[in-house]
Protein backbone atom coordinates (compact mmCIF):
# COMPACT_ATOMS: atom_id res chain seq x y z
CA UNK A 1 0.00 0.00 0.00
CA UNK A 2 1.06 3.49 -0.88
CA UNK A 3 0.60 6.93 0.48
CA UNK A 4 -2.14 7.48 -1.72
CA UNK A 5 -3.99 4.31 -1.41
CA UNK A 6 -4.06 5.08 2.29
CA UNK A 7 -5.11 8.61 2.09
CA UNK A 8 -8.27 7.23 -0.74
CA UNK A 9 -9.08 4.45 2.19
CA UNK A 10 -9.25 7.08 5.19
CA UNK A 11 -11.68 8.93 2.62
CA UNK A 12 -13.17 6.02 2.04
CA UNK A 13 -13.98 5.65 5.52
CA UNK A 14 -14.77 9.09 6.08
CA UNK A 15 -17.54 8.82 4.05
CA UNK A 16 -19.25 5.96 5.24
CA UNK A 17 -18.22 7.57 8.85
CA UNK A 18 -20.56 11.00 7.67
CA UNK A 19 -23.31 8.54 6.24
CA UNK A 20 -23.77 5.68 8.93
CA UNK A 21 -23.08 7.67 12.06
CA UNK A 22 -23.61 11.22 11.09
CA UNK A 23 -20.27 12.24 12.74
CA UNK A 24 -16.72 12.66 10.81
CA UNK A 25 -14.38 9.89 11.07
CA UNK A 26 -12.07 12.20 13.63
CA UNK A 27 -14.92 11.98 16.32
CA UNK A 28 -15.56 7.66 16.18
CA UNK A 29 -12.22 7.41 16.99
CA UNK A 30 -11.72 9.94 19.69
CA UNK A 31 -10.79 8.39 22.60
CA UNK A 32 -13.42 9.45 24.75
CA UNK A 33 -15.63 6.96 22.65
CA UNK A 34 -14.22 3.98 24.05
CA UNK A 35 -14.36 0.53 22.87
CA UNK A 36 -17.18 2.39 21.09
CA UNK A 37 -15.22 4.01 18.95
CA UNK A 38 -13.19 0.82 18.15
CA UNK A 39 -16.53 -0.98 17.34
CA UNK A 40 -18.24 1.49 15.04
CA UNK A 41 -14.46 1.37 13.30
CA UNK A 42 -14.89 -2.16 12.94
CA UNK A 43 -18.37 -2.05 11.29
CA UNK A 44 -17.21 0.71 8.65
CA UNK A 45 -14.32 -1.64 7.80
CA UNK A 46 -16.97 -4.62 7.36
CA UNK A 47 -19.17 -2.38 5.24
CA UNK A 48 -16.51 -1.25 3.16
CA UNK A 49 -15.41 -4.66 2.30
CA UNK A 50 -19.65 -5.50 1.09
CA UNK A 51 -19.92 -2.24 -0.34
CA UNK A 52 -19.85 -3.72 -3.77
CA UNK A 53 -22.19 -6.33 -2.76
CA UNK A 54 -25.14 -4.38 -1.19
CA UNK A 55 -27.13 -1.34 -0.84
CA UNK A 56 -27.90 0.72 1.70
CA UNK A 57 -31.05 2.01 3.37
CA UNK A 58 -31.43 5.14 5.46
CA UNK A 59 -33.12 4.28 8.78
CA UNK A 60 -35.96 6.84 10.40
CA UNK A 61 -33.38 6.78 13.66
CA UNK A 62 -30.34 4.92 14.52
CA UNK A 63 -29.98 1.25 14.97
CA UNK A 64 -29.91 0.28 19.01
CA UNK A 65 -27.58 -2.28 18.22
CA UNK A 66 -24.90 -0.45 15.87
CA UNK A 67 -26.41 3.29 16.62
CA UNK A 68 -25.97 3.37 12.70
CA UNK A 69 -28.73 5.45 10.31
CA UNK A 70 -28.14 3.48 7.53
CA UNK A 71 -28.78 -0.62 7.11
CA UNK A 72 -26.84 -2.00 4.31
CA UNK A 73 -28.84 -5.61 2.43
CA UNK A 74 -26.95 -8.25 0.74
CA UNK A 75 -27.74 -7.90 -3.04
CA UNK A 76 -26.94 -11.31 -4.17
CA UNK A 77 -27.19 -10.08 -8.13
CA UNK A 78 -24.86 -8.34 -7.26
CA UNK A 79 -22.42 -11.41 -7.33
CA UNK A 80 -22.68 -11.89 -10.87
CA UNK A 81 -21.39 -8.69 -12.25
CA UNK A 82 -18.36 -8.93 -13.73
CA UNK A 83 -17.26 -5.72 -12.87
CA UNK A 84 -18.03 -6.35 -9.23
CA UNK A 85 -15.27 -9.47 -9.08
CA UNK A 86 -12.36 -7.11 -10.32
CA UNK A 87 -12.89 -5.01 -6.76
CA UNK A 88 -10.35 -4.82 -4.16
CA UNK A 89 -13.47 -6.24 -2.27
Not at 44 to 49: A, E, M, N, Q, T
Not at 50 to 60: G, H, I, M, R, V
Request: glycine share 6%.
Amino acid sequence: MDEKQLIEGIKSLEELSRGDYHESLAVILDESTGNEGAARLGRLIGVSLKQPFAASQDLPAPSHYSHSYRAWELNEKAFDDPSVAHSWQ
